[in-house]
């Protein structure tokens, strides 16, 4: 696990991350839906702003390659004004192994590899007070994963931008969008940030890449973020679609959790 901005990034999930493919008026080739296309800061960040009221769910795919090694994941979040209130999410292991992460009613679940849960239920209630030290481990990053899972974080990261450049269009998965590249400078994020101002610069970087690609509606669509932290490389690669559609995310039943 990887403690830093972008953590779990997902656990996250984020994130970064993301390609859509909207279910409802997404527009396909060069629309103007959006308007103008933005050319600085804050134009792109209120545009962020505006278009994540109405996304109530995304699907969700992470690729992470650190220090050579690759974690892929996918899964489902439900959204309110661009902040995740629930996610199902699947992570694959070098190994072969799976972990599932379930947040959803303020509380997180997680579904360990059988050779990192010996409770003998398949779910564990993540919380700081737990005996399993992963879970501990997890329970410390949980807040940064969750908000790199929640695409409310491009918004902020946009509004914390050192510089801006519009970067072109293209195409991904059918959708047309135009490609910017953003520095963010690390000292201008908000303290009020989900995505925790002090993780960022604990972790020493002072500014922080990333590039995104917007729709025309103003929704991110694709993320991509390479860092180098404690002289380890970090490429996050994330992807969103299937905005708004339909999203069931429920706990797992009390039987199956393991609270300890």
Known sequence: MIKRPVSAVAAIALAAGLAACSSGGNTNGKGTAGGATPSTAPQLGAKLVSALRSVTSAHLDLRFDIA???VTGSGDEKISHGQLTALDLK????????????????KTYAKLPSQANTSGKPYVLVTPQSSNPIVQQLAGSLNTALSAASIKTYSVFVHAAKSLKVD????????HTTH???VVDVTKVPTTSALSK???QASGLKTLPVDLWVDDQG???????NITIEGKSLNVVGTMSKYNQPVTITAPPASQVSTH
Do not use: C, F
């Open 180 to 182: 910017y590249t953003v």
């Open 219 to 225: 929704r991110p669509v694709k993320v991509t973020e």
């Open 68 to 70: 050579g090694v690759t």
């Open 168 to 175: 072109g269009s293209d195409t991904i998965n059918g959708v």
């Open 91 to 106: 992570e694959s292991l070098p190994t072969g192994s799976q972990i599932e992460i379930i947040h959803v009613n303020g």
């Open 198 to 200: 002090q993780a960022l």
